[in-house]
């Protein structure tokens, strides 16, 4: 490390070097691998408009467990948070007592440090899920939550992921799949991706100034429909790309509903990417990975999948 500046105990600024003598900036305490201009800059956006909307919703601690399945106390163990976002996952993996090392493409880092930045067992960098910096089969557990379909390549990011992973390591991931013919979601689904065929050629800025217009806009209705809830109405307001707030986000308090709204909205539009997998396709993944004791369903976030190094 080079011109290194600390602050409260904390490298604020400095340089990394490594043996080849290629240099990685660390900036306001986070090392940064990647450049500028790359294809997550939406969700740069998002965490920018919604830095704490998560961070105030305890829901997904819970998550957080049913899906990896790895027990509480992880104390002594390494663990790497792929696709961390502004961090709301962090902090419960975090108080597993793993060592946490936490990264993201987009400018999302920066609201995860002002979570998590501040635990003893939490490591937050900038880096790409493609080249990844750090030592390969290191790490006892990896896991990977609403991430891999919006990367341009969602097998080769989970493959990527899988090198980490020492022997006997544990890996959690989940991935969007297409509701079958039938299910509550079919039509928001099907509107979402209509939806994103119309703003594909607009930028950033324009869509999350077009989404937040479009839920205020909207907001009577979706709120009118929403307070006597029926399949009907639920089946009209997620046409609409709105969902039953209430029932997928038990314990969010509704003054919030309207700004996960808007979040939603955008994540749905503004990716540059959005590759939904298959139940057989995930499990393939890891396969070809050489993973053992494959665990793939349907879950959380459409499919999701555990297996064993």
Known sequence: MTEATEVGGRVKSGRLVCS????FPIVEFIPRFVDAGH??????????????????????????????????DLSGAVMLEAGCGAGTFTPFAAATGATVVSFDLSQGVEANYRRSGH?????????DIFSIPVKKTIFDYVFCFGVLQHTPD????????????KAEGKIAV???????????????????????????????????KLVKGYVNLMWPLV????????????????????????????????????????????????????????????????????????????????????GVR
């Not at 635990?119 to 880096?127: P, T």
Request: proline content about 6%; glycine content about 6%; charged content about 25%.
């Open 39 to 72: 294809y997550a800059s939406n969700f740069s956006s998002q965490w920018d408009a919604w830095p704490e909307l998560l961070s105030l919703y305890d829901g997904y601690g819970e998550r957080f467990t049913k899906e990896t399945r790895w027990g509480s």
């Open 174 to 208: 989940d991935v969007y799949t297409m509701p079958p013919a039938g299910h509550p979601y079919e039509i928001l689904w099907k509107n979402k991706y209509r939806a994103r065929k119309l703003v594909r050629s607009l930028s950033d800025e324009t869509i999350l």
């Open 223 to 306: 709120k009118r429909l929403a307070a006597k809830p029926t399949d009907r109405r639920r089946k009209i307001n997620r046409f609409f790309l709105f969902d039953d707030y209430k029932a997928r986000l038990p314990g969010m308090l509704e003054s919030r509903y309207q700004s996960f709204a808007k979040l939603d909205i955008y994540d749905f539009l503004g990716p540059a990417y959005d590759i939904p997998a298959t139940q057989a396709e995930l499990q393939g993944w890891f396969k070809e990975a050489g993973l053992s004791q494959i665990d793939v369903h349907p879950g959380y976030n459409g499919l999701e999948g555990r």
């Open 20 to 23: 080849q003598s290629h240099s």
């Open 119 to 127: 635990l003893d067992n939490v490591l937050i960098v900038q880096a």
């Open 154 to 165: 969602p097998k080769a990011a989970f493959l990527s992921l899988a090198t980490c992973l």
